[in-house]
């Protein structure tokens, strides 16, 4: 089910959105296949952490993070990948590992990779490994302002 924090935003917003349920996917390659478009029209969501500051990360689902790229990017002395137990309790109404890209919802700063440009829409998980959510990358940008950055190899 759709998180209500996400649910409200994207109604208060009239985002163009379309969700539905699949299969229990816990990686955002398994939604891709089960959802049936390519991994790289799926964001995946990945937490680091930033000289202390936890920050969300979006990328195409077959694409890694360059932490180096990410250090230079945003000027940092220190990135690393954030372990599931540090941000497990930023996202009290998410699935461990489901969290929409919408990291203002939570307080933090959304850097998007480029690349997840690319696909005209794309897909994400709406707080849970059963739901999926899909809309244009323009109406994503347009309710998150994430900062593009380019970090993914």
Same mark, same amino acid.
């Given at each position: ?19 539905? !349920? ?14 049936? +478009? ?16 936890? +920050? ?21 002395? %220190? ?20 969290? !929409? ?7 933090? %700063?959304?850097?998007?990779? !480029? ?6 829409? +794309? ?31």
């Amino acid at each position: 089910m759709l998180t209500t924090r996400l649910r409200e935003f994207l109604e208060d917003e009239r985002a163009t959105a379309h969700f539905h !349920p699949h299969p229990p996917a816990f990686t955002a390659q398994e939604v891709a296949a089960v959802e049936h +478009v390519p991994g790289r029209a799926m964001a995946k969501v990945v937490m680091a952490v930033a000289d202390g500051r936890m +920050v969300m990360l979006v990328l195409p689902a077959p694409l890694r993070v360059d932490l180096a790229r990410v250090r230079d990017g945003l000027g940092a002395h %220190d990135v690393r990948l954030a372990g599931e137990d540090e941000f497990a309790g930023i996202f009290p109404d998410c699935e461990a590992g489901a969290m !929409p890209p919408f990291g203002h919802l939570y307080g933090l %700063d959304v850097y998007v990779d !480029p690349a997840l440009a690319d696909s005209a829409t +794309v897909l994400f998980e709406a707080g849970t490994h059963t739901q999926v959510a899909a809309m244009p990358f323009d109406e994503f940008q347009r309710l998150e302002h994430p900062h593009l950055l380019p970090f993914a190899e």
